[in-house]
């Protein structure tokens, strides 16, 4: 079966740190991988989505890059983490009708 | 574009039936998706209808009309444990999913 694994689950960064987080999807091959954030108490906004290694859209204009080195494998990044930057990030892979998501990281900029 | 609309607060009692609407404007649109997710948690799939009808799994039901733009998610027999925030999300030709910004249903006992 397939699993999403995404760490951490919580996270304390100051101001001006870099960032980064990982998600891993297991028992699928060449997924479609998503990232997304969610602030308090709103809707998910779509970051970056990846079809394949090294193939990475970006939906919109941030301080966030997103990688993908391995077929699996998705990272979300930042040289310099903003205050608006807080929020709720989650991984998902899917096609088509429904994602799996993975557990989430809930980041705090402080 | 693209956007959904869906009321952003829904309340209702146990053991009743509660429906939630969303509208949606896009092109491109492949279907309409639904996801529930509970506090501090990650959303999670329930519902999928690429064509015109009622979809049920369950206490859930899941409508889409294309040439109204329209869908709605229907809950019967509520419970406590349905207190969440459900979101409709459109699936498009490019393999993404946007989703609105999300129902929060409180249940009363």
């Known amino acids: 079966s397939q699993t999403i694994h995404q760490w951490p689950a919580t996270l304390v960064q100051p101001v001006g740190s870099p960032l980064s987080l990982e998600c891993t999807v297991e028992g699928t091959s060449n997924p479609n991988l998503y990232w997304y954030r969610q602030a308090a108490g709103r809707g998910l906004q779509l970051l970056f989505y990846?079809?394949?290694?090294?193939?990475i859209s970006s939906e919109v204009p941030q301080n966030l890059s997103a990688s993908r080195p391995q077929d699996r494998q998705f990272i979300l990044s930042s040289k310099k983490l903003l205050l608006s930057d807080s929020g709720f990030y989650l991984c998902?892979?899917?096609?088509?009708?429904?994602?799996?998501f993975g557990s989430g990281t809930r980041l705090t900029v402080v | 574009g693209q956007s959904l609309e869906q009321p952003s607060e829904v309340t209702a009692v146990e053991g009743a039936i509660v429906q939630i609407n969303c509208t949606y404007q896009?092109?491109?649109?492949?279907?309409l998706s639904w996801y529930q997710q509970h506090d501090g948690g990650a959303p999670t799939f329930l519902s999928y209808n690429a064509l015109d009808g009622l979809e049920e799994t369950g206490r859930f039901s899941s409508f889409l009309s294309r040439s109204d733009s329209y869908g709605y998610l229907l809950l019967q027999e509520l419970q406590m444990k349905d207190s969440a925030s459900y979101f409709c999300a459109e699936v498009n030709r490019d393999d993404k999913i946007i989703f609105g910004k999300g129902t929060r249903l409180h249940i009363l006992p």
């Open positions: 896009t092109s491109g649109f492949y279907g």
């Open positions: 990846s079809v394949g290694i090294g193939q």
């Open positions: 998902a892979w899917g096609v088509g009708a429904g994602y799996t």
